[in-house]
């Protein structure tokens, strides 16, 4: 017996929102987030450079300085909320999240997140002043530029990497989308560079930076060293539970070589 769709009863959705009219068909709100793409974050892209690109001209244009503010605000407000929207996403859809990475497609998108940042810091250095102050809008460009610099550093490894390792791609299969992982960190060298102008305290004191590798670096040496030493001075469970801290130093060290262990 074949009954007509016209006929079924209408599922009527049981959050709260839906008495507001506000996502009716949907059983619960959460499931306007259930696929979302890392791809949404080319539209933080697309209107952060208008912002900048609007500052960035070598004419004046009168009312272009409020169109670039305008674009940099929507810019900024899609940040926040893509960024909301993914962790959500990622907390209550982690298989198809991780679907999503592993995409050939969808995949080599996860460098338009960091890009994005890039692009709404810049933006907001070159636009912000106005609104938040010259301090405010270098240390915020200052924090979305080391994020999306991390973050583009991370995609464009990580994901050509599980791409390749997972997937066997085809020559046909190529795409521009294929440079969307791997853009990023060119994208934080350009924005970078507006950064130059504006050092995060005196200029003397970037040297001194650095030193910070040094307790850091010495503190593991020290503790392989010992560890690798301590059954020379102390009882076997005593020098076996310093061979084994400095066992589990060494995984983050880099270019340090093993300590000796005892037999």
Known sequence: MTIALAALPRVVAAHRWARFGLLPDLAHPRQLIAH??????????????????????????PG???????????ATFLLVALTVATVL????????????????VMGHFYGAPPMAMLTVGAATL????????PGAAVAIDGVLWVIGTIGGLVSAVAVPYL?????????????????????????????GALLLPHPAGPARMVPTLLIVLG?????????????????????????????????????????????????
Do not use: C, K
């Open 126 to 133: 070159l636009v912000g002043p106005d609104l938040v102050g």
């Open 163 to 191: 791409l390749i390792t997972r997937r066997e791609l085809a020559v046909r299969a190529a795409f521009g989308g294929w440079l969307m992982s791997v853009v990023p960190p060119m994208v934080s060298a350009s924005t």
């Open 36 to 61: 979302l793409t890392p791809n949404w974050y080319a539209s933080v892209m697309g209107t952060g450079i208008v912002a900048v690109a609007a500052t960035s001209l070598p004419v004046r244009i």
């Open 64 to 74: 272009l300085r409020a169109v670039a503010t305008g674009m940099w605000l929507l």
């Open 89 to 104: 996403h990622w907390r209550h859809h982690p298989e198809v999240a991780r679907g999503h990475v592993t995409d050939p």
């Open 215 to 263: 307790p850091l670096g010495q503190s593991i040496t020290a503790v392989n060293l010992l560890g690798g030493v301590a059954h020379l001075a102390l009882p076997g469970p005593e020098a076996a539970g310093l061979q084994a801290f400095a066992h589990g130093s060494r995984r983050g060290a880099l270019f340090l070589p093993p300590a000796p262990v005892s037999r």
